[in-house]
């Protein structure tokens, strides 16, 4: 069964994984309501809608829920209870939860990332709407986020090289999440989606280095190292919760799954592809 009434509601429209849920959804025929907080700049696919919506005010809930009976929901920090109460009202009758392994890895579930997915999680769960929360593994985006300038000087620094990862492409979250947007037989309480291999952040690295054609070192920190260049918009407790669970996993393989490929019928993307559909960020100020 699909649930095709009205437009889907993709909030965070305008963030690296929302952005691609909403081009997944216009791409296979689907109305796509688009949200982000300021309207300036904010691309949407052909034919979609875009809404001013926080979600952390209600004021804007109506106009975005009106006629929507599926969200895409952004976990974002602060309280979501009045944007779900008003999703109820509006007659939603499911909602995708963006979440991250953090809301239950052993370390990390009690830390600040931890804790901040868990709290959209309780929120949802405590509006009463059917929801299906999705988890996806060490997103492929990181990559830019965190070395793309260090890429281009030649030298990545990074404390626990040997920390094994799973990194998505960001296209194969998208898939999944339209999918349970608009099917409903992968629904239900939750779902992990890795990348398809484990590699070592010093692989990751490598695999960078081969896509681009040219060399790039890797410089080992310490933890206490890592933590004094930590960048300015990382907030200092989340990034050292992120070093802490890089220490407790030491080399352990990544957990790797084939849920990507159960949900979409074919093999999850490697990590160098998505290096290879998306090398142009690293050249990105
Ligand atoms: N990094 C990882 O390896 C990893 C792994 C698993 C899961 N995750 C999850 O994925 C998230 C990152 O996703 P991303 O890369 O797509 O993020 P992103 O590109 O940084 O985009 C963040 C989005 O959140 C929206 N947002 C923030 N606060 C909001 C609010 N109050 N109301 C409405 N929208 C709000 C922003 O909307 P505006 O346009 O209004 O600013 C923006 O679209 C992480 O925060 C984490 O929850 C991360």
Redesign the pocket.
């Given at each position: 069964m699909t649930n095709l009434d009205g437009p889907i509601l993709v909030?965070?429209?305008?963030?690296?994984?929302?952005?691609?849920v909403a081009k997944a959804l216009a791409a296979t025929g689907h109305a796509v309501r688009a949200?982000?907080?300021?309207l300036t700049g904010?691309a949407v696919p052909e034919g979609a809608e875009a809404v001013a919506?926080?979600?952390?005010?209600p004021s804007g809930a109506a106009a975005a829920l009106d006629g929507v009976r599926t969200v895409f929901l952004?976990?974002?920090?602060?309280d979501l209870g009045d944007?779900l109460e008003a999703a109820v009202k509006a007659g939603v009758e499911h909602a995708v939860l963006?979440?991250?392994?953090?809301a239950y890895d052993p370390v990390e579930h009690a830390g600040p990332?931890g804790a901040?997915?868990q709290a959209?999680e309780a929120a949802v769960r405590e509006s009463g709407l059917a929801h299906t929360v999705l988890?996806?593994?060490?997103?492929g985006?990181?990559v830019f986020?965190d070395w793309a300038a260090q890429v281009r000087a030649g030298r990545v620094s990074i404390a626990f090289p040997e920390w094994r990862?799973n990194?998505?492409h960001?296209g194969d979250?998208a898939e999944v999440a339209a999918d349970l947007l608009t099917r409903t037989q992968f629904r239900g309480r939750s779902l992990v989606i890795t990348g398809p291999e484990s590699l070592s952040q010093r692989e990751v690295v490598a695999a960078i280095a081969a896509e681009l054609g040219r060399p790039v070192e890797v410089e080992e920190l310490t933890r206490e190292q890592a933590l004094a260049g930590r960048p300015e918009w990382f907030p200092e407790a989340m990034f050292d919760s992120l070093l802490g669970v890089a220490a407790n996993l030491g080399d352990t393989p990544a957990t790797v799954n084939n849920n990507v490929e159960r949900v979409l019928g074919r093999p999850a993307r490697t990590f160098a592809q998505w290096l290879h559909d998306e090398r142009a960020a690293f050249e990105l100020e």
């Open positions: 909030t965070g429209a305008r963030g690296n994984i929302g952005s691609r949200s982000a907080r300021d904010l919506l926080d979600l952390t005010d952004y976990p974002t920090r602060g944007f963006l979440s991250s392994p953090a990332i901040a997915h959209a988890y996806p593994s060490w997103l985006s990181n986020r990862i990194p998505i960001l979250v």
